[in-house]
């Protein structure tokens, strides 16, 4: 059973950083694209940044492009978004999740998600 859980939530003041990181088991995610998205209260779901493995394109929404960083650690199976320069319009649940592709693919495995919360 294909696993995803997102870790590296938390509670953090504008302007600071936080990484999240999204593990995956029973699937190699050598040949996946990982998305992550985010919902915050009362809002849809909106896709923030994906990457693409079989060759590492990445792609990122307008609002945290230049602000958030996705990466991947092969050795642990790990997909990881660093989020700096946080704002409080970050603050939602963040979830990851994979698909044959980052753009037009259909996302079939998702994680529980972790809660980012930016306040001062």
């Known amino acids: 059973q294909v696993q995803l859980v997102e870790s590296g939530g938390g509670l953090v003041q504008p302007g600071g950083s936080l990484r999240l990181s999204c593990a995956a088991s029973a699937v190699t995610l050598d040949y996946y694209a990982i998305g992550w998205f985010r919902q915050a209260p009362g809002k849809e779901r909106e896709g923030v940044s994906c990457?693409?493995?079989?060759?590492?394109?990445?792609y990122y929404a307008e609002s945290v492009r230049g602000r958030f960083t996705i990466s991947r650690d092969n050795a642990k199976n790990t997909v990881y978004l660093q989020m700096n320069s946080l704002k409080p319009e970050d603050t939602a649940v963040y979830y990851c999740?994979?698909?044959?592709?980052?753009?037009?693919?259909?996302?079939?495995?998702w994680g529980q998600g972790t809660q980012v919360t930016v306040s001062s």
């Open positions: 999740a994979t698909s044959s592709l980052c753009v037009d693919g259909e996302y079939d495995y």
């Open positions: 990457i693409y493995t079989p060759d590492d394109s990445t």
